[in-house]
């Protein structure tokens, strides 16, 4: 007896190109593309759970914390060591010239003299050579009663270069030999401006000199080196 072959699907293979292939599966098989993202955390926290913020507040609380005590164990803000940035008018003069650009002083010998110590909430300044500088930070050797409050409130640049403090408190300089004067002037100014209490803070103009000029103190150095 013959055996009939039950039907079956077709066996025959069909070619296809490669590109073909690739046709159809990219349309039979769907797939998604969305690459899930991992959480990172913000760049502004640490591992810990730190902010930025809060190391910056922390730090400012400690500074804040050891200037108080050197305050109450020292009287200064910096542990008894003393600089212009730890002087607070010389930051506020700073702030004021350098940051915002405010003119430096422009005085008369008259409003100088308003300077000198004997008025309450006023600064000390000194003149040096047509130079002015603020002493308010040393009230005991500059302020009223103090052993050079003869300075305070007047350009003495003559007294400078003699160191006749009781004659010459003045700042006409005639009759003196101008290179010593000139080397003594610089080199006190020198002195204020490194000092790190003190600090410039403008100029004083003098009207022009008239009259005879000071007469030569004792002791004091005459032009030519005659004393």
């Not at 039907?7 to 046709?23: C, Q």
């Not at 003149?127 to 930070?137: C, L």
């Not at 000071?214 to 150095?221: I, L, M």
Request: proline share 6%.
């Amino acid at each position: 007896m013959s055996r009939r072959r039950a039907p079956v699907k077709s066996d025959r293979i069909e070619e296809l190109g490669d590109e073909e292939v690739i046709t159809r599966v990219e349309t039979n098989v769907s797939y998604s593309t969305t690459i899930p993202t991992k959480k990172t955390a913000s760049s502004n926290t640490t591992d810990n759970g730190f902010s930025l913020f809060d190391i910056i507040r922390s730090l400012g609380f400690l500074l804040f914390l050891g200037a108080t005590l050197s305050y109450y164990i020292t009287g200064t803000w910096a542990w008894g060591y003393e600089t212009q940035l730890t002087n607070p008018a010389y930051l506020r003069h700073s702030f004021k010239h350098n940051i915002l650009g405010a003119p430096y002083l422009n005085l008369t010998d008259d409003q100088l003299s308003v300077y000198d110590g004997t008025r309450a909430g006023e600064p000390i300044y000194v003149g040096v050579g047509g130079k002015v500088y603020d002493v308010s930070a040393n009230p005991l050797t500059y302020g009223p009663g103090g052993p050079y409050h003869f300075f305070a409130g007047r350009d003495a640049a003559r007294a400078f270069s003699t160191g006749c403090f009781q004659t010459d408190l003045t700042w006409d300089v005639r009759g003196l030999d101008p290179d010593t004067v000139a080397k003594d002037i610089r080199g006190w100014q020198r002195f204020f401006e490194k000092n790190k209490k003190y600090f410039y803070v403008g100029q004083v103009v003098h009207p022009e000199p008239s009259g005879e000029p000071p007469k030569f103190c004792q002791g004091q150095k005459m032009p030519g080196g005659r004393h």
